[in-house]
């Protein structure tokens, strides 16, 4: 009797469409992973495959229509002039990806550049030692991504407004300390940075891919990117998988802080001095490089290579509308044009997640039961 009720529920589940026993499914851990497909967009592999390559799409037709409307873009000269000028802002953008992948947002980056920089560069002028300014400037750097890390997860405030309140005291800080002038008198062999190539390459375009591996590495090789793409796409789930969170967020902000310092060193090597307010609009730019690159402004998905992408199309952007004569105001208006295609296509982008995981969403049923190996995995 027991084997013909077996045959009686086998055949109700054939004649109903029913493949697999749900029951099977729990034990064997399929529904953990057809739930953990569609969270992490694994299932969806359409979608990653557009993302990467509209970006190198669009540089590939950026180029081609500056090379039509200027003789001197593909030039060697002008891609160095463009690679140079990048440089400051991928280095901001590249400490930016690791806060905005944790779930964050850094608004103070731009008047660290120039906080950085200045105490860099005192430290200099009265030592006239550049490895005490930049130590000075990897301290002071790191002293200012802690502090807003630690109000971050202390206050509970959204990191939009701490962020935006040590914008502010940065900025009055920098003035303090340089009097609102340049700050001058550095060692003279500084100066071999600003003209220095090596290679025939500017020293500063070195520092941007030495920033680059070594973020790369932290961000997708070494397990903290894990942690800090972990705590950004799922902090509930984190933690219950063991991770801490909140030193996460807070590394992130330091490290942040830390690539500030080295844009401000740069910054001021190059210019043989200290200006109070060079970092301006660079908290801004550096934002909408992440997300033009492709990285989730939400947190939980970012890499360093699209953030490089991201810069490259605005500088690209810049230096075509230079070539071609365009007034500085109106060079304005394009910018403010692609901080607008950034937010879409982050909207885009979601929009397109939420209905690839309604499609292939799996039951309820199922769905509800393995919660909690799925927070465990996350």
Aim: net charge positive.
């Amino acid at each position: 009797m027991k084997d013909t009720g077996h045959m009686k529920d086998t055949g109700h589940m054939k004649d109903t469409g029913h493949m697999k026993d749900t029951g099977h499914i729990k034990k064997t851990g399929l529904a953990n992973k057809t739930g953990l497909a569609n969270k992490t967009g694994l299932a969806n592999k359409n979608a990653p495959a557009l993302e990467d390559v509209f970006i190198p799409l669009l540089l590939v037709v950026l180029a081609v229509g500056l090379t039509l409307s200027t003789d001197s873009f593909l030039s060697h000269g002008n891609v160095l002039n463009v690679l140079t000028s990048m440089a400051i802002l991928a280095i901001v953008a590249f400490g930016q990806t690791f806060v905005i992948a944790g779930g964050g947002f850094d608004l103070s980056v731009g008047a660290q550049v120039a906080l950085h920089g200045a105490v860099g560069a005192i430290v200099m002028r009265e030592t006239q030692s550049i490895m005490l300014g930049l130590l000075a400037a990897a301290l002071s750097g790191i002293v200012f991504g802690l502090v807003n890390g630690m109000l971050v997860i202390t206050l509970k405030v959204h990191p939009f407004m701490i962020t935006l309140g040590t914008s502010v005291i940065g900025v009055g800080i920098t003035l303090i300390l340089t009097h609102a002038e340049s700050v001058g008198g550095l060692p003279a062999s500084i100066a071999e940075f600003g003209v220095g190539r090596p290679l025939g390459v500017p020293w500063i375009v070195w520092v941007m891919i030495v920033c680059f591996a070594v973020s790369t590495f932290l961000l997708s090789v070494s397990p903290f990117g894990l942690r800090v793409l972990s705590s950004g796409g799922n902090r509930e789930a984190a933690r219950l998988a063991g991770l801490r969170v909140e030193r996460a967020i807070v590394s992130t902000f330091v490290i942040a802080g830390v690539f500030a310092a080295v844009a401000g060193m740069a910054t001021t090597a190059r210019l043989q001095s200290a200006q109070p307010t060079v970092g301006e609009g660079l908290e801004l730019f550096s934002v909408a490089a992440v997300v033009l690159g492709g990285s989730a402004l939400h947190g939980g998905k970012a890499a360093i290579w699209r953030t490089l992408l991201g810069v490259l199309v605005i500088s690209v952007i810049q230096n075509g509308l230079n070539l071609n004569g365009v007034g500085d105001a109106w060079q304005e208006v394009a910018v403010g044009i692609v901080f607008i295609l950034a937010m879409s296509a982050e909207l885009l982008r979601r929009f397109s997640r939420l209905r690839a995981g309604r499609r292939q969403a799996p039951p309820p049923s199922a769905d509800v039961a393995d919660a909690p190996a799925k927070a465990a995995v996350t």
